[in-house]
């Protein structure tokens, strides 16, 4: 799990502020707004900015809204930069697919997001999206929690293999018996405790913990 990490974003436009404040509510991330870099806390180091702007930026690391396809793309390339150690060896959702269902998105041990959705629709749009966002991730996989209605979970679950068959990502449906040993394999390169850490998440997630 994390701490709260602190964005920058240097603009003038009021309209970009107010709709990446939003989204950045949805990912836990405190989005420090000012028109001048210089006027930014100095533990913000990393910006978004709009190339759009001449805008006076300092020597810290920028992203554009204009080199992504939408906001979540920037804001989530933001925070990657933010938090500097993510390695993106894997990219994980985990889905908790209940009656109300939410999904977990995660790089490596790192949560980037949680969220509940309306519809089952809307929620295998969102990982289609992350899982292709995400494509040069090491591996990518879908954990579906295990629900006392099994005819949604498999629903949900053929829902998925369509969305998905082309971004090569595994599903794997899971419940309590994972408790006690691992629900992924270890990635190469990923500590014991990063990948205990990665663990306890996802059983959070997907309360199996």
């Known amino acids: 799990m994390r701490g709260r990490v602190r964005i920058g974003l240097v603009t ?16 836990g991330v405190e989005l420090v707004h000012s028109i001048d870099a210089e006027s930014l806390p100095l533990d913000v180091d990393v910006i978004i900015a709009s190339r759009n702007e001449e805008v006076h930026l300092d020597d810290r690391r920028v992203v554009y809204c204009e080199d992504f396809k939408s906001l979540d793309e920037c804001l989530e390339r933001a925070l990657e930069l933010s938090m500097g150690r993510l390695g993106r060896r894997m990219a994980v959702v985990a889905i908790d697919p209940g009656k109300s269902p939410g999904a977990a ?15 089952p629709d809307e929620l295998v749009n969102d990982v289609k999206r992350f899982l292709h966002r995400h494509r040069d991730a090491g591996r990518r996989y879908v954990v579906l929690g295990a629900a006392t209605n099994m005819s949604a979970v498999k629903s949900l679950m053929k829902s998925l293999e369509e969305a998905i068959s082309g971004v090569g990502a595994t599903i794997v449906v899971c419940d309590e018996s994972f ?6 394999p270890k990635i190469r390169g990923m500590s014991k405790d990063e990948y205990s850490a990665l663990m306890l998440s996802l059983k959070s997630v997907l309360g199996l913990g």
């Open 12 to 27: 003038l436009d009021m309209k970009l502020a107010a709709r990446l404040r939003e989204i950045s509510r949805e990912y």
């Open 105 to 119: 998105f995660l790089l490596d041990n790192f949560v980037l997001k949680t969220r509940k959705y309306g519809s």
């Open 179 to 184: 408790t006690s040993r691992g629900i992924l």
